[in-house]
């Protein structure tokens, strides 16, 4: 039996560099631009897990940073395996997530849904479809998918899927959802989560029989763990509570899938990604496997245990982190799992929503709805994506769903309408490459604005270089948006 390795000074001086890296404003931004990964913050931090990985056979190391001391699993299967032995053995306590900046953040408890509660897709399938044609609906004349259209459009959806239709206009519930996962470890978590229980109780009191609220409420399958947590409730209150507890899970989940996750499959596709283009399991599994919602999760131990010879002391902190576990070697399009699988992939192992560390049945049940998003606003014809600019045979390392335009036929229009090339095409572009401009313009007035620049002639000097670039991007954004309106008319 053995310890874990500790990395070099180095190793752990370049990792921390890193992550800290993260809280600087435009910190690699040239190196974006060049299209260097190696020198951008995500390439450096996956570059030191690479080099790990090569020089100490692969075990799992101790990485000492200024957000704490981590043992690091080098390996996805590694890391499933030290997770799964861990929670085999009540080791583990609740797991936190860990942004690429270092800093922790709650996550909503996991509760295993039943899986005869997951609803299947051919009774989903139509509900959110109704939602969908909501959502493709909104886009203007260039029938562009935005994220100030997309996100509470699929918010909306994801509450008609999971908690039932009266539950798709109650903007509050996914206001309180986070607010509860946010205080998770907390004094303020059993407040917040009452309140967010009480928010659910009419839903599964009076279900939607396409919801999975109704497939629970039915009480198709007990969970005595998800009982045991809402402590001194007892009988059919403790049963009703058990219920809640999963049906917040599973919305938690579902949310993130439907806004994020299915946002970004659908610009890959729209990108020509390999996989991706091909079918929406590969894209969302694609989506998945580079960008997943919970990046990070740190697992704390509270008791040891033993895996494959390794002691894992009390007090280490397992951080898992699938998705920096990528180097130049691996990272590449078109060595993803088969369409098929991507449920597979998420029923075992950690999960790329909820930090679970043995698999989580609201995440497969997540991950079929969407693709069922992907396929809608990919079944009449291929979207166009306007921004950002992602190259077929480059996987981006970051790929933020806010900044993302996607094009989509108008709903009922035939293939031939979709976006094609031409002036109008054209014109879409210009307009969602004004719109970035602009953006760029208020990201660097912002930054210009901190007062980290102030006291010193050197801080001055780049805050008025910082202001003649945004100045020049605004003039830009005005003569591009000209441009377009030239190519409308």
């Not at 929406?280 to 895996?307: I, K, S």
């Not at 980290?452 to 830009?476: I, K, S, V």
């Given at each position: ?9 180095l ?12 809280r ?7 190196a ?71 800093r922790?953040?709650?996550l ?15 009774v989903f399938?139509?509900?959110?479809a ?12 260039d ?27 109650d ?8 607010r ?19 928010r ?23 969970v ?7 402590g ?36 890959l ?29 740190v697992?704390?131990v ?39 699988a ?5 029923q ?44 077929p045979?480059?996987?981006p390392?970051?790929?933020a ?13 035939a ?45 001055e ?17 005005s ?10 008319d």
């Amino acid at each position: 039996m053995t310890t874990p390795a500790t990395a070099r000074p180095l190793e752990n001086a370049v990792f921390s560099a890193a992550m800290l890296a993260h809280r600087l404003p435009w910190a690699d931004a040239p190196a974006r631009a060049l299209g260097l990964d190696a020198l951008t913050r995500e390439g450096a931090a996956r570059g030191v897990l690479g080099h790990l990985r090569r020089s100490r056979s692969g075990r799992p190391v101790r990485l000492r940073t200024p957000f704490g001391t981590f043992l690091v699993p080098l390996a996805p299967a590694d890391t499933a395996g030290l997770l799964a032995e861990g929670a085999a053995s009540d080791a583990l306590a609740p797991a936190v997530r860990l942004d690429a900046a270092g800093r922790r953040h709650g996550l909503h408890p996991h509760a295993p849904l039943p899986p005869d509660a997951a609803v299947p897709a051919a009774v989903f399938a139509g509900p959110l479809a109704e939602e969908l044609e909501r959502v493709a609906a909104a886009p203007g004349e260039d029938h562009a998918l935005s994220w100030e259209a997309w996100r509470p459009g699929l918010l909306r959806a994801a509450r008609r899927v999971v908690a039932g239709a009266a539950a798709a206009d109650d903007t509050l519930l996914s206001e309180v959802l986070p607010r509860a996962a946010a205080a998770a470890g907390s004094r303020a978590y059993d407040a917040r989560a009452a309140a967010l229980h009480r928010r659910l109780a009419p839903y599964l009191s009076d279900p939607d029989p396409a919801s999975v609220a109704a497939r629970l409420a039915r009480g198709t399958a007990a969970v005595p763990a998800a009982r045991a947590r809402e402590g001194a409730a007892t009988g059919e209150g403790r049963q009703e509570a058990a219920s809640a507890h999963m049906l917040a899970h599973t919305l938690a989940v579902v949310s993130d899938a439907a806004v994020t996750t299915a946002f970004q499959a659908l610009a890959l596709s729209a990108a020509g990604l390999p996989d991706a283009a091909a079918h929406p399991a590969g894209a969302v599994a694609l989506a998945l496997a580079h960008f997943p919602p919970v990046e990070a999760a740190v697992h704390p131990v509270r008791t040891p245990f033993v895996w494959d010879g390794l002691a894992v002391a009390p007090g280490t902190e397992i951080l898992a982190a699938p998705a920096w576990l990528r180097d130049g070697a691996d990272a590449s399009p078109g060595q993803e799992a088969e369409p098929d699988a991507a449920g597979d992939l998420h029923q075992e192992g950690t999960s790329p929503f909820c930090g679970s560390a043995t698999g989580c049945t609201a995440t497969a049940f997540a991950v079929r709805v969407a693709e069922e998003i992907v396929r809608f606003f990919t079944a009449t014809a291929p979207p166009v994506l306007l921004s950002p600019a992602l190259a077929p045979d480059r996987m981006p390392l970051a790929l933020a769903p806010h900044t993302l335009r996607v094009a989509v036929p108008p709903a009922g229009a035939a293939p031939q309408d979709a976006p094609a090339a031409g002036p109008a095409s054209s014109a879409a572009l210009a307009r969602a490459d004004a719109d970035r401009l602009d953006g760029h313009a208020r990201a660097l007035a912002a930054c210009a604005a901190e007062p980290g620049w102030n006291g010193d002639e050197t801080g001055e000097r780049f805050r008025a270089r910082l202001l003649e670039h945004a100045e020049r991007c605004t003039r830009a954004a005005s003569d591009v948006r000209a441009a377009a309106r030239h190519l409308g008319d």
